[in-house]
């Protein structure tokens, strides 16, 4: 792909991220100027790009969506639920343009028919609604109504339909296409504050007579803008700093020169490198141990060279390692317009709020986390969230709120998802688990409402049937839990009947992602870190010979120690292999030797959690980790073990 | 003779673009890129080019604001203002604030004919 591509696309998808923010926060505040200005900017730059790169389809597309926001900017027309979904739809397609080029390298064929239909979308949809009255009477009879605004829990004191479309109308004169000068600006002051007046809001009204009294255009423009779009939702003044995904930030930050845009790629590179590097100082460790068992005057100060060279490559890893966190927030904004989705097919209204979402993590947490995070909203929704009538007789908001919450504890993460839904129903979970055979029924009967609950990470208990990629074993807690463990994680769940339900993950702040190959010693599997190995040989058992006390074999005039590793690690000696024999050959702090194997796996990818508590001390081995079917693998420390 | 050129532009596949436009026509010209009005007029004030496109659609400042202070600050500085908004009263606010207007996106005859005009500086004081 030319440069021209990548950059089309690195920046379509930040813009597309922008325009899907924006016109989620228009859906609950339609008449918010900003936000329109925001999506109007992003599609304008994103046809842009399409016709930069020459890929016309886009260009139509998205111009026709521009069409739609450029009315809507004038008033004359409003972003009601079916201009958002109609823009919504156009960038779902640019996504999904995107994507295609991402794999394939070209800009995908068959887009000009996708074009089409989107355009076609936008014309069959384009009603014009006219532009809302300036002249209405106040009628303070008229009782407050949600005035069509999607369902939020707001109090019940909002001004009424026709007194908002009146606020609405100021908000246009204020940045309207004129660029609202003085004389507007005063004439849009005043026509509020007699309308708040009326609605008997005296301090809302004498605000904003002191508006109106200001001198400078530029002062009073977004002052006023700013008072009338609260006074439009009814919000209080100091914006809450967790409110739902209208206000993550966008992904785009690069307004300074602060911070830099680096590839994935380039920072994977530098962690594989630090490894090499915290190998090679674990060499040096080896050579002080030697000279000091051979009384080299050296071995003082090798061993204190080792010691500083520890210390800092342990801190360069550190660095390199925050290199690669990011913000929870990554993960998070996916889920606003999916959950939108959700909440509208079960009829379930729904508000996810957001808290700690600048809390950070390691790239691969924050990656790992969307399958599950997805898993526990769709549970909750599906679960926890309790039907329109029966929330009603608990006198719940008709809005079922979910929570998601991000904070750091320690070395760990913590991120929780809490929703105000009826909590988790330990009967059905007792009947689903007798039901599928998990646990007979006196255990059932003796166990504790958490017991029951902690039932549902059983394997098994789901009652989906559907394979995704958490771990091959379907859906379900379960998976979930599998996923999360495999990265040294811990989640729970914990539910208050009729209150709410919150799970609770706990996660390591930064992960060791290494490759090892498996093999197979002593009937039991081994990773070997790929680092270390230099080449897997087999050889016809007559070729190793015996020099001294040690079994060798030559390899290209080298002559190379065979250990069998089965013995090095305690097993029983192996009786005599009537095949050939299977060496990898390992080299560490410049020497080489060979490791008698039984057979050969294959290379893995994995988050080596490091031994704690009891075995931290077991030589020879660095960590664990937890294999994709459940099993636990044990990671060698190969200088250790041939020490 | 060798030029120094300004490109401001919140994109910096547009910004790319342009380059790529002005590379055809002039090589060996010195160029300067900002992502925003505020960076853009910290270039000038340095390095007073010869020339500076904007693009018109940009968060905070936008570039027509931005080419009324660049007339301003640098009068020697030939602006123009390009957008893909070809509407008069946009057309007209460039001439207005003393910048050409160039079409979005910005291809290498547009941009040599704008060059044309350049030589000598204009003289009007604002």
Known sequence: MNDFLQQFLLESRELAEQATAA??????????????????????????????????????????????????????????????????????????????????????????????????????????????????????????????????????????????????????????????????LLSAAVTAANLLRAFDRAADADELDRIAAMRRADNMRPTLHAVLLRLLEDQPEAPAAAVAGENLPGVRGETTSRTLRVDAERIDALVRLTGEITIATNGLAHLAKVAYTDGNPMAAVLKDRHAAFAHLTADLQRSVLGLRVLPLRVVFQRFPRLLREMSAQLDKP?????????????????????????????????????????????????????????????????????????????????????????????SLEAMTEAEVTALVFAPGFSTATEVTTLSGRGVGMDAVRAAVERVGGRVSIHSEPGLGTTVRFLLPFSVMMTTVMSVEAGGQMFGVPLDTVVETIRVPQHRLGVVGAVRAVVVRDQT?????????????????????????????????????????????????????????????????????????????????LLQ | MTRKVLIVDDSKLARMAVIKALDSLHPDWTRFEASDATAALEIVRREAPDIALLDFNMPGMDGLVLAAELRQQSPATHVAVISANHQVEVVNRARAAGAAFLPKPLTADALREFLVGVPDPQRSVR
Request: some cysteine; overall charge negative; hydrophobic content about 45%.
């Open chain 1, 350 to 442: 729904v508000e996810l709020k957001f808290a700690g979402e600048e809390t950070e993590a390691d790239k691969a947490i924050v990656e790992m986390l969307f399958e599950p995070l997805l898993h526990v909203l769709r549970n909750a929704l599906d679960h926890g969230v309790e039907r329109a009538p029966v929330r009603a007789g608990r006198r719940k908001p008709r809005t079922a709120t979910i929570e998601m919450r991000a904070s750091r504890e320690g070395d760990q993460v913590l991120i929780e998802v809490a929703d105000d839904g009826g909590g988790v129903d330990t009967a059905r979970i007792r009947r689903v688990a007798a039901e599928r055979g998990l646990a007979d029924a006196d």
């Open chain 1, 23 to 184: 016109l989620l926060s228009l859906e609950r505040a339609p008449h918010d100027a900003e936000q329109l200005g925001t999506v109007f900017r992003a599609m304008h730059t994103l046809k842009g790009g399409a016709g930069i790169v020459d890929f016309f389809a886009m260009e139509r597309a998205v111009h026709a969506a521009e069409d739609l926001l450029t009315a809507a900017r004038a008033g004359r027309r409003t972003m009601d639920a079916t201009a958002v979904g109609d823009c919504l739809a156009c960038v779902d397609q640019v996504l999904q343009w995107l994507d295609t080029l991402e794999e394939t390298g070209e800009l995908p064929g068959g887009a000009e028919q996708d074009a089409d239909g989107i355009v076609a979308r936008f014309e069959r949809d384009t009603g014009e609604d006219a532009s809302p009255s300036a002249s209405v009477p106040p009628d303070p009879s008229a009782d407050g109504d949600s005035a069509g605004v999607s369902a939020g829990s707001y109090a019940s004191d909002r001004l009424p339909a026709r007194a908002r479309d009146v606020l609405a109308a100021q908000i246009a004169l204020v940045h309207g296409a004129s660029g609202g000068s003085h004389g507007h």
């Open chain 1, 560 to 640: 190379i120690p065979v250990f069998d590793l089965a013995q090095l690690l305690g097993e029983p000696p192996p009786r005599e292999h009537p095949g050939d024999a299977t060496i990898v050959i390992a080299a560490f702090a410049g020497q080489r030797c060979g490791l008698g194997v039984d057979a050969l796996g294959e290379r893995l990818d994995i988050i080596l959690k490091p031994l704690d508590g009891l075995l931290a001390g077991t030589p020879g081995i660095a960590g664990t980790t937890l294999l994709g079917d459940g099993r636990v693998l044990l990671v060698l420390d190969i200088a250790e």
